[in-house]
């Protein structure tokens, strides 16, 4: 206390609150951390496949504008737009349905590990009670 004087019981039991309410909490503290986990390494895992999918379409871009400058005929500017697209559709399309499939794995992950908190942490919370 400011005065020197020693603290009240009842200023100790307030002290005390806190700590058993975060013990109370603890299992679904451990359960969110390893939510978060699953979802930070799922996002990850998104970024990186987008990462490296976008440098390799840059690559395909100056591979097309080297194909522009060398062309001298009608017919090479033509069939240099022409592979360019459809290589440009076929890689896009693939990509999303990848990044589709990367999402859901994510969400179904996110989903159990939520599941699997939940349960854990109820019957932690629980015992006790049963016990009694």
Sequence with gaps: MPDGSAPQAGAQNLL?????VLGMWGPWLIGAAKLSAQIQQGFGTLASEWQNFVGRRVKEDFTFMQRMIEGRTPDEFWAAHAQFWEKAIEDY????LLMGRLAAGVTNKAVSAAQCATKDASEEMLSPLKAA
Excluded: F, L
């Design 16 to 20: 005390t609150i806190p700590a058993g």
């Design 93 to 96: 399309s693939r990509e999303y």
